[in-house]
């Protein structure tokens, strides 16, 4: 399940009407947030609804993605924000159906640039520290139990 709500691609067009897209697909990974990916004659982007309170999250989460981007570590870039949606670019890739080591490496490769970059980022630190991981369990426990049940241990 990748969206929660529904939207056509002339509401996105009228969201962010600077791009002209003409392909809206729905994605079907994800547990929690809407996400499509749309395209125009040349490009690929993603746009996003958060389905739960962001307080701050999207302010920290667009800085340290630009930290990372000026850093070139390949993220995706935040593009606009209309109303709860928000437009971001589309990295190429795909879904691996079979997990090699290969992707384990690479992935681990991505995530020690990641965390050498985003080591001083002090942005973080009032979202991490009010963080209610408590809260956000007994969300997932009711709404996604079947995910709630694979991070408990």
Known sequence: MGVKTAI????????????????????????????????????????????????????????????????????????????????????NGVIPTNIELLHIQTLARFMAKFHNISKSFTQAAPFLGSYNRDKMLRFTKKHYFVYYKKLCS
């Open 8 to 91: 056509g691609l002339q509401e996105a067009n009228a969201l962010f009407p600077a791009y002209s897209f003409t392909k809206i697909t729905p994605t079907k990974n994800g547990i929690i947030d809407t996400t499509y990916i749309l395209q125009t004659d040349t490009s690929a982007y993603i746009l996003k609804k958060y389905e739960r309170e962001l307080g701050t999250k999207l302010q920290i989460d667009t800085a340290l993605l630009a930290l990372l981007s000026a850093n070139n570590l390949n993220t995706p870039k935040f593009l606009q924000q209309n109303q709860a949606w928000i437009l971001y670019t589309k990295l």
